[in-house]
């Protein structure tokens, strides 16, 4: 199994980015997907994580500007990205709790796809 991410880029202070994710691979089932990011010089932070179920949970620095979604027909996931800041610049990563089916067992993988940088200028 294997994410990949599009989306990000340059994009002005107050502008917007879109973030999307699909998973392929033997997929059984995908629990949560979310978006990490890494600003340079600092760790790895949550931004948003989904549930299959839908529910949603956002780092206090995103709330109200960000909105995580998913499609689990397509096994996406999506980062829409508003009024970005400055201090939004880091390298996105997305994550998902991925069921694959394997040959005569379910095994659960924490998968990551590879970051994709978004950079906000001011």
């Known amino acids: 199994v294997q994410l990949q991410a599009s989306g990000g880029g340059l994009a002005q202070a107050g502008g917007s980015l879109r973030l999307s994710c699909t998973a392929s691979?033997?997929?059984?089932?995908?629990?949560?997907m979310g978006w990490y990011r890494q600003a340079p010089g600092k760790r790895r932070e949550l931004v948003a994580v989904?549930?299959?179920?839908?529910?949603?949970r956002y780092a206090d620095s995103v709330k109200g500007r960000f909105t995580i979604s998913r499609d689990n027909a397509k096994n996406t996931v999506h980062l829409q990205m508003n009024s970005l800041k400055p201090e939004d610049t880091a390298v996105y990563y997305c994550?998902?709790?991925?069921?694959?089916?394997?040959?005569?067992?379910?095994?659960?993988?924490?998968?990551w796809g590879q970051g994709t940088l978004v950079t906000v200028s001011s």
């Open positions: 994550n998902a709790e991925i069921i694959e089916a394997g040959p005569v067992t379910l095994i659960a993988k924490d998968t």
């Open positions: 691979g033997s997929i059984f089932r995908i629990d949560d």
């Open positions: 989904i549930s299959d179920g839908g529910t949603r």
